[in-house]
Antibody, heavy 121, light 107 residues
Framework: EVELVQSGAEVKKPGESLKISCKGS????????ITWVRQMPGQGLQWMGT????????NYSPSFQGHVTMSVDKSINTAYLHWSSLKASDTAIYFC??????????????WGQGTRVTVSS | DIQMTQSPSTLSASVGDRVTITCRAS??????LAWYQQKPGKAPKLLIY???NLQSGVSSRFSGSGSGTDFTLTIDSLQPDDVGTYYC?????????FGQGTKLEIK
């Protein structure tokens, strides 16, 4: 059974760093791209970027380029989303998704449960 | 970048109704479109991919159509469990774009 399990909720202060994770199981982790999506409180879904776990090639949304970093650790089937300096506006739920079919121009057929990030002084 | 516009933003319908949600792309001509359902506090769930293909395990009451810039999600015989927010999403090799969402409620 394909499953994406994300790390737990985080409460941070502005300026702090944070790395959240998304662990895949039940499939060949390096075969399918991973995407990250943000959902701010009461708002819709925003695409942040995608990463190819086989070679860590990344594609960022211009809205998030330079503010977050996507990475993977193939040895433990885990994708990460990292902030070096959080802002209050980063408060949101973050979802990871697995793209179908092994290519980047695809849809997400499985999703993690979401990680709630709260940034407040 | 391609912008996706959904209508309506909110929709209230009765059990048993047929409902339709539309999604329009600002440019392009493609079938690279998916539909997702999201319930409060939950992850999105894939319903339709490539504009008209039903995801495995999804009720056949859901169907998608369209190509080019105009797409439609139809739900036949609306059930109480269909409440939630529905998003269209365009995908290509370089980017994704979500519609703003359509909140579906039961009268």
């Amino acid at each position: 059974e394909v499953e994406l399990v994300q790390s737990g909720a985080e409460v941070k202060k502005p300026g702090e760093s944070l790395k959240i994770s998304c662990k895949g199981s039940g499939y060949n982790f390096t075969s399918d791209w991973i995407t990250w999506v943000r959902q701010m409180p009461g708002q819709g879904l925003q695409w942040m970027g995608t990463i190819d776990p086989s070679d860590s090639y990344t594609n960022y949304s211009p809205s998030f380029q330079g503010h977050v970093t996507m990475s993977v650790d193939k040895s433990i089937n885990t994708a990460y989303l990292h902030w070096s300096s959080l802002k209050a506006s980063d408060t949101a739920i973050y979802f990871c998704g697995k793209l179908s079919g092994g290519y980047s121009s695809s849809w997400a057929d499985y999703w993690g449960q979401g990680t709630r990030v709260t940034v407040s002084s | 970048d391609i912008q996706m516009t959904q209508s309506p933003s909110t929709l209230s319908a009765s059990v048993g109704d047929r409902v339709t949600i539309t999604c329009r792309a600002s440019q392009g001509s493609f079938t690279w479109l998916a539909w997702y359902q999201q319930k409060p506090g939950k992850a999105p769930k894939l319903l339709i991919y490539e504009a008209s293909n039903l995801q495995s395990g999804v009720s056949s009451r859901f169907s998608g159509s369209g190509s080019g810039t105009d797409f439609t999600l139809t739900i036949d015989s609306l059930q109480p469990d269909d409440v939630g927010t529905y998003y269209c999403q365009h995908y290509n090799s370089y980017s994704w774009a979500f519609g703003q969402g359509t909140k579906l409620e039961i009268k």
